[in-house]
Nanobody
Framework: QVQLVESGGGLVQPGGSLRLSCAAS????????MGWYRQAPGKERESVAG???????NYADSVKGRFTISRDNAKNTMYLQMNSLKPEDTAAYYC???????????????WGQGTQVTVSS
Protein backbone atom coordinates (compact mmCIF):
# COMPACT_ATOMS: atom_id res chain seq x y z
CA GLN A 1 0.00 0.00 0.00
CA VAL A 2 1.19 3.48 -0.89
CA GLN A 3 0.05 6.81 0.44
CA LEU A 4 0.55 10.22 -1.11
CA VAL A 5 0.21 13.24 1.14
CA GLU A 6 0.12 16.79 -0.18
CA SER A 7 1.02 19.83 1.85
CA GLY A 8 1.80 23.50 1.39
CA GLY A 9 -1.51 24.85 0.24
CA GLY A 10 -3.08 27.94 1.68
CA LEU A 11 -4.39 31.40 1.03
CA VAL A 12 -2.18 33.75 -0.95
CA GLN A 13 -2.67 37.10 -2.65
CA PRO A 14 -2.49 37.46 -6.42
CA GLY A 15 1.14 37.59 -7.50
CA GLY A 16 2.24 35.59 -4.49
CA SER A 17 3.95 32.24 -4.28
CA LEU A 18 3.38 28.84 -2.72
CA ARG A 19 5.34 25.63 -2.72
CA LEU A 20 3.42 22.38 -2.64
CA SER A 21 4.91 19.08 -1.54
CA CYS A 22 3.81 15.52 -2.16
CA ALA A 23 5.36 12.84 0.00
CA ALA A 24 4.96 9.20 -0.94
CA SER A 25 5.27 6.46 1.66
CA UNK A 26 4.75 2.73 1.85
CA UNK A 27 6.30 -0.32 0.24
CA UNK A 28 7.88 1.65 -2.57
CA UNK A 29 10.49 0.25 -4.89
CA UNK A 30 10.48 3.20 -7.25
CA UNK A 31 8.23 5.91 -8.56
CA UNK A 32 7.77 6.33 -12.28
CA UNK A 33 5.92 9.42 -13.40
CA MET A 34 4.51 11.94 -10.97
CA GLY A 35 2.24 14.86 -11.58
CA TRP A 36 0.14 17.61 -10.15
CA TYR A 37 -3.53 18.02 -10.99
CA ARG A 38 -6.03 20.58 -9.85
CA GLN A 39 -9.76 20.85 -9.63
CA ALA A 40 -11.69 24.05 -9.11
CA PRO A 41 -15.26 24.04 -7.79
CA GLY A 42 -17.67 23.00 -10.51
CA LYS A 43 -14.90 22.10 -12.93
CA GLU A 44 -13.22 18.90 -14.04
CA ARG A 45 -9.82 17.89 -12.77
CA GLU A 46 -7.01 19.01 -15.05
CA SER A 47 -3.34 18.25 -15.37
CA VAL A 48 -1.02 21.01 -14.20
CA ALA A 49 2.45 19.53 -14.52
CA GLY A 50 4.18 16.20 -14.83
CA UNK A 51 7.66 14.85 -14.25
CA UNK A 52 9.33 11.57 -15.14
CA UNK A 53 11.72 9.63 -12.96
CA UNK A 54 14.54 11.08 -15.03
CA UNK A 55 13.40 14.64 -14.49
CA UNK A 56 11.72 15.45 -17.79
CA UNK A 57 8.85 17.87 -17.23
CA ASN A 58 5.75 19.13 -18.92
CA TYR A 59 3.32 21.88 -18.03
CA ALA A 60 -0.13 23.03 -18.88
CA ASP A 61 -0.03 26.16 -21.02
CA SER A 62 -1.81 28.10 -18.31
CA VAL A 63 1.06 27.66 -15.85
CA LYS A 64 4.13 27.70 -18.10
CA GLY A 65 6.71 30.17 -16.89
CA ARG A 66 5.08 30.44 -13.48
CA PHE A 67 5.12 26.93 -12.02
CA THR A 68 8.06 24.58 -11.62
CA ILE A 69 7.72 20.88 -10.87
CA SER A 70 10.57 18.94 -9.31
CA ARG A 71 11.22 15.76 -7.39
CA ASP A 72 13.62 14.27 -4.90
CA ASN A 73 13.77 10.58 -5.66
CA ALA A 74 15.73 9.77 -2.51
CA LYS A 75 12.89 11.22 -0.43
CA ASN A 76 10.06 10.00 -2.66
CA THR A 77 8.84 13.56 -2.70
CA MET A 78 7.60 15.87 -5.43
CA TYR A 79 7.25 19.63 -5.35
CA LEU A 80 5.40 22.31 -7.20
CA GLN A 81 6.77 25.82 -6.91
CA MET A 82 4.02 28.23 -7.85
CA ASN A 83 4.93 31.84 -8.55
CA SER A 84 2.96 34.79 -9.86
CA LEU A 85 -0.24 33.17 -8.70
CA LYS A 86 -3.51 34.24 -10.24
CA PRO A 87 -7.08 33.93 -8.95
CA GLU A 88 -7.73 31.35 -11.66
CA ASP A 89 -5.12 29.12 -10.01
CA THR A 90 -7.52 28.64 -7.11
CA ALA A 91 -8.26 24.93 -6.82
CA ALA A 92 -7.65 21.79 -4.87
CA TYR A 93 -4.29 20.46 -5.98
CA TYR A 94 -3.74 16.72 -6.12
CA CYS A 95 -0.61 14.65 -6.33
CA UNK A 96 -0.52 11.65 -8.64
CA UNK A 97 2.16 9.01 -8.98
CA UNK A 98 2.77 5.70 -10.71
CA UNK A 99 4.49 3.55 -8.11
CA UNK A 100 6.24 0.19 -8.21
CA UNK A 101 5.63 -1.55 -4.89
CA UNK A 102 7.69 -4.27 -3.24
CA UNK A 103 4.88 -6.67 -2.48
CA UNK A 104 2.84 -7.17 -4.38
CA UNK A 105 5.30 -6.29 -7.10
CA UNK A 106 3.19 -4.15 -9.37
CA UNK A 107 2.72 -0.69 -10.78
CA UNK A 108 -0.28 1.27 -9.60
CA UNK A 109 -1.58 4.76 -9.99
CA UNK A 110 -2.05 6.63 -6.70
CA TRP A 111 -3.72 9.89 -5.73
CA GLY A 112 -3.29 12.10 -2.73
CA GLN A 113 -6.19 13.66 -0.89
CA GLY A 114 -5.43 17.15 -2.11
CA THR A 115 -4.37 20.48 -0.70
CA GLN A 116 -6.34 23.67 -1.20
CA VAL A 117 -4.80 26.68 -2.90
CA THR A 118 -6.78 29.89 -2.78
CA VAL A 119 -5.55 33.00 -4.57
CA SER A 120 -7.52 36.02 -3.45
CA SER A 121 -7.20 39.52 -2.08
Amino acid sequence: QVQLVESGGGLVQPGGSLRLSCAASGSIVSIDTMGWYRQAPGKERESVAGITSGGSTNYADSVKGRFTISRDNAKNTMYLQMNSLKPEDTAAYYCNAVVLTRWPARHDNYWGQGTQVTVSS
